[in-house]
């Protein structure tokens, strides 16, 4: 098998788990990468990481531009020349035999081929169910063309442009990408290596705080129209019974402000009724500690207004962009 050119590139904000990235790159088995190129997207002070012995040499660390993973993966690319491109994220460690797995993809990836996925392992705990945000990064494992573990042909990248960088956060950049690409003819493909992605900790308000991801949605729906869930493997969600739920809420209490109270008491019970629905959604897989229940009944509440208004907010700024 004639060896296979390519660089690896880490776009990263400095996380304790990029050591065991780097790590995990030099433990593993197989013919290494032409470069690693970590981007350090901090914009303050030298990246905190030890580089191994065995990619002495090879590690490039590059500054990014401060403007998400998106901005920050174009960065690696454009500095790299191999024919292909592996893009991992900060928080995977690769698996024992990546190398050899990674050389073996591509090498068997045809000319029509220009993206070969990794497979995405997320480590559940053993001893009970797992909580809403387990099962939330454990949706990775099925998710289509994450850029986890994820190469493209270097050309299919410059044909396209690479990463949108209006893409400010972790979402919906690789998809974009990956239907770019496949709209040029291209074909991607799951391959055969293996990649961990560990559930990293996270404030119990971390459901509130990713659903900045909404105000993209109307961005992929400009670029790519109505289907493009469909196409990209995306589940629609609750956008829908979200938005009557705080239609719901908005109504009872202007009502109850006005003095219509009978219509306040319909709106707020459905209001109720839907938060009620939602929270015993999430509640149900998980292990029901007390912790837990307590997350589910507050943030229920809040995540439905929060994610109408991120969504109307992208509605707004990406009105005219195409």
């Given at each position: 098998?004639?060896?296979?050119?390519?660089?690896?590139?880490?776009?990263?904000?400095?996380?304790?788990?990029?050591?065991?990235?780097?790590?995990?790159?030099?433990?593993?088995?197989?013919?290494?990468?032409?470069?690693?190129?970590?981007?350090?997207?901090?914009?303050?002070?030298?990246?905190?990481?030890?580089?191994?012995?065995?990619?002495?040499?090879?590690?490039?660390?590059?500054?990014?531009?401060?403007?998400?993973?998106?901005?920050?993966?174009?960065?690696?690319?454009?500095?790299?020349?191999?024919?292909?491109?592996?893009?991992?994220?900060?928080?995977?460690?690769?698996?024992?035999?990546?190398?050899?797995?990674?050389?073996?993809?591509?090498?068997?990836?045809?000319?029509?081929?220009?993206?070969?996925?990794?497979?995405?392992?997320?480590?559940?705990?053993?001893?009970?169910?797992?909580?809403?945000?387990?099962?939330?990064?454990?949706?990775?494992?099925?998710?289509?063309?994450?850029?986890?573990?994820?190469?493209?042909?270097?050309?299919?990248?410059?044909?396209?442009?690479?990463?949108?960088?209006?893409?400010?956060?972790?979402?919906?950049?690789?998809?974009?990408?990956?239907?770019?690409?496949?709209?040029?003819?291209?074909?991607?493909?799951?391959?055969?290596?293996?990649t961990t992605h560990p559930v990293r900790p996270a404030p119990w308000w971390i459901s509130l705080r990713t659903q900045a991801g909404n105000s993209f949605d109307p961005l992929m729906d400009r670029l790519h129209g109505p289907g493009w869930r469909e196409r990209a493997g995306v589940p629609r969600g609750r956008r829908t019974r979200h938005l009557a739920i705080t239609l719901a809420g908005c109504a009872g209490l202007a009502?109850?402000?006005?003095?219509?109270?009978?219509?306040?008491?319909?709106?707020?019970?459905?209001?109720?009724?839907?938060?009620?629905?939602?929270?015993?959604?999430?509640?149900?897989?998980?292990?029901?500690?007390?912790?837990?229940?307590?997350?589910?009944?507050?943030?229920?509440?809040?995540?439905?207004?929060?994610?109408?208004?991120?969504?109307?907010?992208?509605?707004?700024?990406?009105?005219?962009?195409?």
């Amino acid at each position: 098998m004639d060896p296979v050119s390519v660089s690896v590139v880490v776009p990263t904000i400095g996380r304790e788990s990029l050591q065991r990235t780097v790590d995990s790159l030099a433990a593993a088995h197989g013919p290494l990468p032409e470069r690693i190129l970590l981007v350090d997207d901090r914009l303050a002070g030298p990246l905190p990481v030890r580089i191994p012995a065995r990619l002495a040499g090879r590690v490039t660390v590059l500054a990014g531009p401060g403007r998400g993973p998106a901005a920050a993966r174009n960065t690696g690319w454009t500095a790299a020349a191999s024919e292909w491109i592996a893009f991992l994220d900060d928080d995977v460690t690769v698996g024992p035999h990546w190398h050899d797995e990674l050389a073996a993809d591509l090498a068997q990836a045809g000319q029509a081929v220009a993206g070969v996925q990794g497979r995405l392992h997320v480590p559940m705990p053993a001893d009970r169910a797992p909580t809403d945000w387990e099962r939330s990064v454990a949706g990775l494992e099925t998710a289509q063309w994450a850029t986890a573990d994820m190469a493209y042909r270097r050309s299919a990248l410059a044909e396209t442009g690479g990463f949108d960088e209006r893409f400010t956060i972790a979402y919906r950049e690789d998809a974009d990408l990956a239907l770019r690409i496949m709209d040029r003819g291209h074909i991607l493909k799951l391959g055969a290596r293996h990649t961990t992605h560990p559930v990293r900790p996270a404030p119990w308000w971390i459901s509130l705080r990713t659903q900045a991801g909404n105000s993209f949605d109307p961005l992929m729906d400009r670029l790519h129209g109505p289907g493009w869930r469909e196409r990209a493997g995306v589940p629609r969600g609750r956008r829908t019974r979200h938005l009557a739920i705080t239609l719901a809420g908005c109504a009872g209490l202007a009502a109850a402000a006005t003095g219509h109270r009978r219509l306040a008491t319909v709106a707020l019970a459905g209001w109720a009724a839907g938060t009620a629905e939602f929270a015993a959604a999430r509640i149900a897989p998980g292990p029901h500690t007390p912790a837990e229940l307590a997350t589910m009944a507050l943030t229920s509440a809040v995540l439905p207004p929060v994610a109408v208004a991120q969504w109307i907010r992208g509605v707004v700024r990406y009105r005219g962009s195409a």
